[in-house]
């Protein structure tokens, strides 16, 4: 199986603030690694696809991008609305597995 | 664009079996591979296995080979998933999301939408 390494598992930051979370495969997964956003007591939502292509209606303060087998999602500038916890996917290869997500807090 | 409701919360004794569905609704059905996801309570998401419908192929994750069961039923354009031998540790809420097809034994793309999940609670 291929695991997905996220970090930090928490931050706190405030608006306005440049935000980076990365993610690691311990294989090869090409582009296929997916980023998703989550808020309490709901369903996640995905932000970007393909390593850094921003899904539709999505902000572009959010951006993805790929460097070997680290993967990065930056928000480029904190707002409010952004405060949720954030994971990331592979779908290179089943199982499908995800990182151990990122809480973004508030400082 | 497909939209996926989910059926309501279960409550459920340790080793008896649940069956969750996810009507989806919108979009063509066999344009989609659905999947499962779980997450326990104040932990990560896992994926769970899922099904290619034009195929009738589901694929499972190792840690749930032997007790999970992924159908569809086209007709009501409904995924279900069947979790057996329920424990404690099954407590979570059960996602089911899709994603486009991209062909036989593929699960390469992203999954948008989810549905809305529903909380399992397993407990004698």
């Known amino acids: 199986d291929i695991q997905m390494t996220q970090s930090p598992s928490s931050l706190s930051a405030s608006v306005g603030d440049r935000v980076t979370i990365t993610c690691r495969a311990s294989q090869r997964i090409s582009t296929y690694l997916n980023w998703y956003q989550q808020k309490p007591g709901k369903a996640p939502k995905v932000l970007i696809f393909?390593?850094?292509s921003l899904q539709t209606g999505v902000p572009i303060r959010f951006t993805g991008s790929r460097s070997g087998a680290d993967f990065t999602l930056t928000i480029s500038s904190l707002q409010p609305e952004d405060f949720a916890t954030y994971y990331c996917?592979?779908?290179?290869?089943?199982?499908?597995?995800f990182g151990g997500g990122t809480k973004v807090e508030m400082k | 664009q497909v939209q996926l409701v989910q059926s309501g919360a279960e409550m459920k004794k340790p080793g008896s079996s649940v069956k969750v569905s996810c009507k989806a609704s919108?979009?063509?059905?066999?344009?989609?591979?659905f999947s499962w996801v779980r997450q326990a309570p104040g932990q990560g998401l896992e994926w769970m296995g899922g099904i290619i419908p034009i195929f009738g192929t589901s694929k499972y994750a190792q840690n749930f080979q032997a007790r999970v069961k992924i159908t569809t039923d086209e007709s009501t354009r409904t995924v279900y998933m069947e979790l057996s031998g329920l424990r404690s540790e099954d407590t979570a809420i059960y996602y089911c999301?899709?994603?486009?097809?991209?062909?036989?034994?593929?699960?390469?793309?992203?999954?948008?939408?989810w549905g809305q999940g529903t909380l399992v609670t397993v407990s004698s």
């Open positions: 393909a390593a850094s």
């Open positions: 919108g979009g063509t059905f066999s344009s989609y591979t």
């Open positions: 999301a899709s994603s486009t097809y991209c062909g036989a034994d593929c699960y390469l793309n992203w999954f948008d939408p």
């Open positions: 996917q592979q779908t290179y290869s089943t199982p499908l597995t």
